[in-house]
């Protein structure tokens, strides 16, 4: 093990861990408001993954079989895995960054929003690409696509890259390389 | 026994040698923030001990039929959030042991380990057969392996993470490393 | 500091020192079953265990925190005057085994406790009955080593290499 050393905020700005030498957030009202705000989303998220909370998001029932046969209807319950995803990013970044500054504990926050939109294109691009989720019994079925959703919320940059890395696979594959071809340049000149 | 025995095996291991040693910043327990702070994580960690125990909210634990079934497969068993929370106190109060002069913001910092750690444990339930940590029965044991998951993630929250990067960056098609922000500074951070 | 208030850091040093000593007394009474009748079972009730796997049996509490209290006590021992620092550190020992024993108890037979602990085990009741209630008490008196148990353990659960997930 190696030893590891608990970072700490010298009194008079700069910590070596932040880039940022400003104000911490627990040292202004917003800031403080901001984190109760997270937490607050984050308990009702936690309400709503255990059960608590019924209505369209409930978790309690899920037709497997149902979402299986009809690919474009997205399972509500996705949203919510999504979110406590964006926000458990909110807490893990929180935690490694704690005198972060009320501009960067905003920026942690932004995820949000951007998850829930990821969902949709994620849903489509998960379930519609033969074999990707592996299919096996419904139950484990469920649960990989629950786990999709929170880790899309939690690591929303490896969303995004991959969305490109398919994007210009789709893009460069069908539509520019035989234009490409066409005009007369070579295909590796223009993925550059 | 001997004193000597026990200071040895104290000794022994890196952990009690984490050392967070500023002299200027006064010790927890010289200020009343500090004290308040411990003080809380303590009746925190106690109230869900008291819950393990059966001495509140019994219901919680009284039960041995985990969702590890089908009727509810989408549902986070709420033990899950006991447990990941009692292994984020245990992490605190060990490392308050072996650092009793940390100050109040190394106090204050510790505590927030303990929403991420209830957080991250639901990704470390949803990928557990991914992950290998899956019960293998129905049955007393998967309570306790689900239990003692959640709890380990609690305690090493940064292993939890970094088994779910690697698990993302897996699902998405082409090279894990060339995945936007993969190798991003601040989220990377771990501790 | 003035020599008042090293005074009175005294007083309160040996206040806490006098409780921390007293809390060790309770264990023991409460550990040999002389307080309060039936509490102290030296072995946790299988089918208790079987019938709540989500609870934690309050004996394995118990020998935790006597053998935490234990500790405290040797080190004192040695350590005639201790200052501020190590008795909040060793009174913190306490809740720190109460919580790391809840891991060790769950994980059970995936922790590996180090040789010292694996050489006095067998010794014990051939019926292993009460294994668990010793173990307890391990933790409690070693809890650095049962962190560092369960640090490998947590390590080995994730796929990949182990050692690149040491903290």
């Known amino acids: ?192 | 026994m001997s004193a000597d025995d026990v200071d040895a095996a104290t000794d022994d291991t890196e952990v009690a040698r984490r050392s967070v040693t500023d002299a200027e910043s006064p010790p927890w327990y010289t200020e009343p923030l500090g004290v308040a702070l411990v003080a809380s994580y303590a009746g925190l960690a106690l109230l869900g001990g008291f819950v393990t125990a059966g001495f509140a909210f019994p219901s919680l634990v009284s039960g041995g039929a985990v969702s590890v079934g089908s009727e509810t497969p989408l549902a986070v068993p709420p033990q899950l959030f006991l447990y990941a929370g009692l292994g984020g106190f245990a992490y605190v109060f060990v490392t308050l042991s072996s650092n009793p002069e940390a100050d109040v913001t190394t106090v204050g910092h510790l505590g927030l380990r303990v929403p991420a750690a209830l957080l991250v444990a639901i990704g470390v339930f949803l990928f557990a057969s991914a992950l290998g940590v899956a019960p293998t029965d129905a049955g007393p044991g998967a309570a306790r392996t689900l239990a003692g998951s959640a709890f380990l993630t609690g305690l090493f929250v940064e292993h939890g993470l970094k088994a779910l990067r690697s698990v993302s960056a897996r699902l998405y098609p082409g090279d894990p490393r060339d995945l936007y922000g993969a190798r991003r500074g601040s989220d990377d951070r771990e501790r | 500091m003035t020599p008042d208030e090293t005074d009175e850091a005294d007083d309160r040093g040996r206040r806490l020192v006098g409780a921390l000593y007293a809390l060790a007394v309770l264990g023991g009474l409460l550990g040999s079953g002389m307080l309060i009748p039936g509490v102290a079972l030296g072995h946790v009730d299988e089918r208790v265990a079987v019938a709540r796997p989500f609870a934690i049996p309050a004996t394995v509490y118990l020998y935790a925190y006597v053998g935490a209290m234990a500790h405290v006590c040797i080190r004192f021992v040695d350590d005639r005057r201790p200052d501020a620092p190590t008795i909040v550190g060793l009174a913190l020992r306490v809740p720190a085994a109460l919580l790391v024993v809840v891991g060790v108890y769950l994980l059970g037979s995936t922790v590996e406790l180090g040789s010292l602990v694996d050489a006095v085990l067998p010794m014990l009741s051939s019926e292993g009955r009460y294994e668990q209630a010793f173990t307890a008490y391990l933790v409690g008196l070693f809890v650095d080593r049962a962190l560092g148990a369960l640090e490998t353990t947590s390590a080995r659960l994730y796929p990949g290499n182990p050692s690149e997930l040491r903290l």
């Open chain 1, 1 to 192: 093990m190696r030893e590891v050393e608990l970072r700490r905020d010298r009194a008079g700005g700069a910590s070596d861990s932040a880039v940022e030498s400003g104000a911490a957030w627990y040292t202004e009202r917003l800031g403080v408001a901001l984190v109760v705000v997270y937490a607050l989303l984050a308990c009702l998220g936690v309400l709503a993954v255990v059960g608590a909370i019924e209505g369209a998001f409930f978790v309690g029932r899920f037709d497997a079989r149902y979402y299986r046969t009809n690919p474009f209807r997205i399972p509500p319950q996705l949203l919510v895995y999504a979110f406590v995803g964006s926000l458990t990013h909110v807490f893990t970044a929180l935690a490694a960054d704690p005198d972060a500054e009320t501009r960067t504990v905003l920026r942690f926050g932004s995820r949000v929003p951007v998850a829930l939109l990821l969902v949709f294109p994620a849903y489509v691009l998960f379930v519609s690409l033969p074999g990707h989720v592996p299919a096996t019994a419904d139950l484990e079925w469920t649960r990989q696509l629950a786990g999709m959703a929170f880790l899309l919320g939690l690591f929303v940059e490896h969303a995004v890259g991959g969305f490109r890395t398919v994007g210009e696979a789709l893009i460069l594959g069908r539509i520019v390389r035989p234009m490409l071809g066409r005009l007369g340049r070579s295909a590796t000149d223009a993925s550059e």
